[in-house]
């Protein structure tokens, strides 16, 4: 039987007793002998033989089953997501199931459909950046599908949601540009349609004009990933002036700037300053160093497991949906400043 689980048949069948004997033996039934229950026991050990979890789950109409819905788990901040996501759902005995939508919408109404299938007791969820429509989430809902989302939600969806202040943060990283002496920054921004990606924005536009500094939309450019660095610094850097500072959207593509700005003969934080958001790992081997804000990944991930199995365990009370919001902190590192190193704001 190599290769094919071994199933309560099998024990039967090895020990010439009926399948329905093996099955209250393994339960420690009180009608079977303590002789019968021994070699029962003795034989699933032998054969390794493990409980069919989604047949019990069937069964109990619970499957101690989570699932996850991530945008890409290449980043760090979402590799931290799940291991918050894991460590909360095991301390209560659940199991995860991490599906990767790589910022898809038809990846995420496939998944979405997927879990449903494998009758999931409830799902996390940060949307794609290309998701305009929500159908998939509210035939979740209607299915009795508690959702939970984490980092990006969905206005549309009522339902919990963990996130951090994007606003905030993004008015903490510009505002401390603007206090190392720039006064024309570049946003590298996400697309508008996700939520973070507005925020991000009016936090960067609010810090300026708090400081008395005009709004040029030219120095606003859908720049998200490093690839997309790469495409427009050439523009960027031939202007005059030369931008005197860069808040990027995200880690990967504040530091994807800082090489093409070393590319270009131009010095980090000398003549351009960069600022990142996310503190990943990269930001502390970044040459010269990122200041960044951090985004509380793991911290994220369990508080929104935990809202999830609240939902789960009180799927017959009627509870508003609720919202935390993580406050960010800037480290500061050299990317702004030759002599400051993980300096916490």
Do not use: W
């Amino acid at each position: 039987m190599s290769g094919v689980p071994v199933t309560i048949k099998d024990i039967a069948r090895m020990l010439g007793i009926s399948v329905s004997t093996v099955s209250r033996a393994l339960k420690d039934h009180p009608d079977i002998s303590a002789e019968t229950k021994e070699k029962v026991s003795e034989t699933a050990r032998k054969l390794n033989y493990r409980p069919n979890a989604l047949a019990l789950g069937l069964k109990s109409s619970k499957s101690k089953t989570i699932g996850v819905i991530i945008p890409e788990i290449v980043h760090f901040f979402f590799s931290s997501v799940i291991s918050g996501i894991e460590d909360a759902a095991y301390e209560a005995g659940y199991n995860v199931i991490v599906c990767q939508t790589n910022e898809m919408y038809e990846r995420e109404t496939m998944v979405a459909r997927t879990l449903l299938d494998h009758r999931v007791e409830g799902i996390l969820i940060s949307v794609a950046k290309t998701s305009m429509k929500f159908d998939h989430l509210a035939m979740l809902q209607d299915n009795g599908i508690p959702l939970v989302f984490y980092d990006r939600l969905c206005t549309v969806i009522d339902t919990d949601a963990v996130i951090i202040d994007d606003f905030k943060g993004a008015y903490m990283a510009t505002e401390h540009l603007i206090s190392v002496g720039c006064h024309n920054i570049v946003h590298f921004a996400a697309p508008e349609n996700i939520l973070i990606g507005k925020l991000r924005r009016e936090g960067y536009c609010k810090a300026l004009e708090d400081n008395n500094i005009p709004v040029d939309p030219y120095n606003i450019y859908l720049c998200d990933t490093m690839e997309k660095v790469a495409e427009k610094i050439s523009r960027i850097l031939s202007r005059k002036p030369l931008p005197d500072g860069i808040f990027a959207v995200n880690d990967s593509t504040a530091i994807g700037a800082i090489q093409e700005i070393k590319k270009a003969g131009l010095r980090v934080p000398e003549d351009i300053a960069v600022v990142g958001f996310g503190n990943g790992p990269h930001a502390v081997i970044s040459c010269p160093t990122l200041t960044t804000i951090d985004q509380n990944g793991y911290e994220m991930g369990y508080e929104a497991t935990r809202f999830l199995l609240d939902r789960i365990v009180k799927a017959n009370i009627l509870v508003s949906a609720r919202k935390k919001v993580f406050t960010p902190s800037l480290i500061i590192r050299q990317s702004t400043g030759r002599n400051t190193q993980n300096t916490r704001f």
